[in-house]
């Protein structure tokens, strides 16, 4: 069982750090999945929670996770056929297997098949808060610290927004989508992919929430820069102007 504990200080000062970060923890025991899933969101990190191999090797498919959590006895696909398959397919995606296989042998063999590390059962959850910050770190420390338009400064790691000196105050959400769209400047983003990349796959498809947070969002840098970067292409999605483009201000 998941030995649960929170140190405050570390939570807030870590929950800036993954505000749009994605995990899918796939765990057969129903109550050890609920109580990793309750801690990492507790954390701060968007998370799906799959019993079975068949079905997280579809959402694995579907969705782009930052991280997925691997138990190794699974009904439907056992866990390591599924992270060969992953693996086969070309999938990048950081995986942590949480296996009661201890041997050195087992470790070996889930390293060797493509995980990215092994935790074995049973853990305190403070190890795997460590773990998953050390692979995210991984997966990120080569990003671009500093995103800019003009103007406009995303610090993607201090999750705040600048035009100038002056932050400019936008919401969870609406910080996930500016760095989406930012990261994708002059390509246009559909609602779906904004979705699949802010939101928990819980997320009714059918809902406007992408166009009310994307309005609030150009709102704001509108007010800030005097102008919207922010285009929406009818019937495919939105685009953040390059600099290049500033002449269509």
């Known amino acids: 069982m998941v030995q649960a504990y929170s140190n405050t200080?570390?939570?807030?000062?870590?929950?800036?750090?993954?505000?749009?970060l994605k995990i899918l923890v796939v765990e057969d025991e129903k109550e050890l999945l609920a109580s990793i899933g309750e801690g990492l969101e507790l954390d701060g990190y968007y998370v799906d929670l799959v019993d079975n191999g068949t079905q997280a090797l579809e959402m694995a498919q579907l969705e782009q996770y930052d991280l997925i959590l691997l138990d190794l006895n699974l009904p439907g696909i056992d866990g390591l056929d599924l992270l060969r398959t992953l693996r086969s397919e070309h999938s990048e995606t950081k995986?942590?297997?949480?296996?009661?296989?201890?041997?050195?042998?087992?470790?070996?063999?889930?390293?060797?098949?493509g995980a990215d590390d092994y935790l074995i059962k049973p853990f305190a959850f403070g190890e795997l808060e460590a773990r998953i910050r050390t692979l995210l770190r991984r997966e990120y420390i080569h990003g671009e610290a500093s995103l800019t338009s003009g103007e406009l400064r995303f610090d993607t790691t201090a999750r705040q927004v600048f035009v100038g000196?002056?932050?400019?105050?936008?919401?969870?959400?609406?910080?996930?989508?500016?760095?989406?769209?930012?990261?994708?400047?002059?390509?246009?983003?559909?609602?779906?992919?904004?979705?699949?990349?802010?939101?928990?796959?819980?997320?009714?498809?059918?809902?406007?929430?992408?166009?009310?947070?994307?309005?609030?969002?150009?709102?704001?840098?509108?007010?800030?820069?005097?102008?919207?970067?922010?285009?929406?292409?009818?019937?495919?999605?939105?685009c953040f102007k390059k600099d290049s483009d500033d002449e269509d201000k």
Not at 95 to 113: H, K, Q, T
Not at 208 to 226: C, Y
């Open 95 to 113: 995986v942590l297997i949480l296996s009661a296989r201890s041997s050195v042998s087992d470790r070996i063999v889930g390293l060797d098949a």
């Open 165 to 238: 000196d002056v932050q400019v105050n936008l919401t969870k959400k609406e910080l996930a989508i500016l760095e989406y769209l930012m990261r994708n400047a002059g390509a246009v983003v559909s609602s779906e992919e904004l979705m699949a990349h802010a939101w928990d796959s819980n997320v009714d498809l059918f809902s406007n929430s992408v166009r009310v947070h994307i309005f609030s969002i150009r709102k704001k840098l509108r007010e800030a820069l005097g102008y919207d970067p922010i285009s929406n292409k009818v019937g495919e999605g939105y």
């Open 9 to 20: 200080c570390k939570w807030y000062q870590s929950a800036l750090e993954r505000e749009d």
